[in-house]
């Protein structure tokens, strides 16, 4: 009838085709020109509801290049959309330019998201131009091309060819889960190397190994209970016999000189600190009672005390007396020097047939001696 108005809607699912792309996007435009923004939302779904066969074909084209279709036409549909909302009849037809658009954001998707791994975008630009012109000159050549060649080529440096060969295989990298073959479990990334944590640390610690021997001996046995051992503050001082204060300071001590010696070009000298805090030297005197001889030893034996130890015990020996006798009360450590030291004047005993008695040991040499089969009495 006359004066009725007419609405031109997409044809019927079995009428669709390539050639009503067009139509419908005319009719769209004629639909949507008189209507406000928030009533264009519905032609605007009809007229991507049916381009989306459209938006299949194109994405299926390019299925098998290491993406799912299902992504493939995901993008699809959103350059779809794109070219629907972009879309003016003025500017030509409708199916080109969805066509361009929706390839485009294809193309854009394997550009930008299929990497395997991140490559600069002109480096990706760049493997695109080498693999033409690999193809191009292994047709001309009939062999593969050398990078002097593409160099030639492509008029790029031959660093950059290099560099496009080598990233082309972060496209799509191995997994390191891939097992290596054969009837082996063994996976790709257990024949891959890893750097050492500690190979940085090594120059330290064979510093700190030359450091530790310059230390006297009970400064180093506390490092290594503490350190190595992890013992406690309060363990220490009760194996040594002395207060966990005093441990605290010789810890404090130590630690504050091998940080110095290892800033400094030559370590400084070791210093022993107060009276208060540091036993005396090795102490070695001989007493004669009668036909006894009592040797009173004190402060620490270390290498240097032990030969003033084994000095007085083979004099005291040579003597023939009835009895000779270690007062060890006033030794606070005994190093495995002080200990190399007690055997001998033993051993120079049972030779001469002199008895000899250790007596009054400090509990932390007493556990030393022991250790080494020396028999302390109490």
């Given at each position: 009838m006359f004066g009725q108005t007419t609405t031109t809607t997409p044809p019927p699912p079995t009428e669709r085709g390539l050639e009503d792309l067009d139509a419908a996007a005319l009719a769209y435009a004629a639909r949507i020109a008189g209507l406000p923004p928030e009533r264009r939302q519905e032609a605007r779904d009809d007229l991507v509801r049916?381009?989306?066969?459209?938006?299949?074909?194109?994405?299926?084209?390019?299925?098998?290049?290491?993406?799912?279709?299902?992504?493939?036409?995901?993008?699809?549909?959103?350059?779809?959309?794109?070219?629907?909302?972009?879309?003016?009849?003025?500017?030509?037809?409708?199916?080109?330019?969805?066509?361009?658009?929706?390839?485009?954001?294809?193309?854009?998707?394997?550009?930008?998201?299929?990497?395997?791994?991140?490559?600069?975008?002109?480096l990706r630009d760049l493997i695109l131009e080498v693999g033409q012109a690999t193809a191009a000159l292994t047709s001309e050549l009939s062999r593969a091309p050398t990078v002097a060649e593409l160099s030639a080529r492509l008029e790029t440096p031959e660093e950059e060819i290099l560099a496009a060969l080598e990233s082309a295989a972060g496209y799509s990298p191995a997994s390191l889960n891939a097992p290596v073959g054969g009837e082996s479990s063994a996976e790709f990334g257990d024949l891959v190397g890893e750097s050492d944590s500690a190979l940085e640390s090594v120059d330290d610690r064979v510093t700190v190994s030359g450091l530790l021997h310059r230390l006297p001996w009970r400064e180093r046995r506390i490092l290594a209970m503490r350190f190595y051992g992890n013992q406690t503050q309060a363990e220490i001082a009760a194996r040594f016999g002395i207060s966990q204060m005093h441990v605290s300071r010789l810890l404090s001590r130590a630690l504050t000189w091998l940080r110095q010696a290892m800033l400094a070009d030559a370590p400084?000298?070791?210093?022993?600190?107060?009276?208060?805090?540091?036993?005396?030297?090795?102490?070695?005197?001989?007493?004669?009672?009668?036909?006894?001889?009592?040797?009173?030893?004190?402060?620490?034996?270390?290498?240097?005390?032990?030969?003033?130890?084994?000095?007085?015990?083979?004099?005291?020996?040579?003597?023939?007396?009835?009895?000779?006798?270690?007062?060890?009360?006033?030794?606070?450590?005994?190093?495995?020097?002080?200990?190399?030291?007690?055997?001998?004047?033993?051993?120079?005993?049972?030779?001469?047939?002199?008895?000899?008695?250790?007596?009054?040991?400090?509990?932390?040499?007493?556990?030393s001696l022991a250790a080494a089969g020396l028999p302390a009495a109490d």
């Open positions: 049916f381009a989306l066969p459209f938006a299949g074909r194109l994405a299926r084209r390019y299925r098998g290049r290491g993406e799912p279709l299902e992504d493939l036409e995901q993008v699809a549909r959103l350059g779809l959309v794109n070219a629907v909302d972009r879309y003016d009849p003025e500017r030509g037809s409708f199916t080109a330019y969805a066509a361009i658009t929706i390839v485009g954001e294809i193309k854009r998707h394997f550009r930008d998201r299929t990497w395997g791994v991140h490559v600069p975008r002109r400084p000298p070791w210093q022993n600190g107060t009276a208060e805090a540091e036993p005396a030297k090795t102490r070695i005197s001989v007493r004669q009672h009668g036909d006894q001889v009592v040797v009173e030893v004190g402060g620490e034996v270390d290498r240097d005390g032990a030969d003033k130890l084994r000095r007085a015990m083979l004099e005291a020996v040579t003597g023939q007396p009835r009895e000779v006798v270690v007062d060890l009360v006033g030794a606070g450590t005994v190093d495995a020097g002080g200990i190399a030291a007690l055997m001998a004047g033993r051993e120079a005993a049972a030779r001469t047939g002199v008895p000899l008695r250790l007596t009054r040991v400090q509990p932390a040499v007493r556990r």
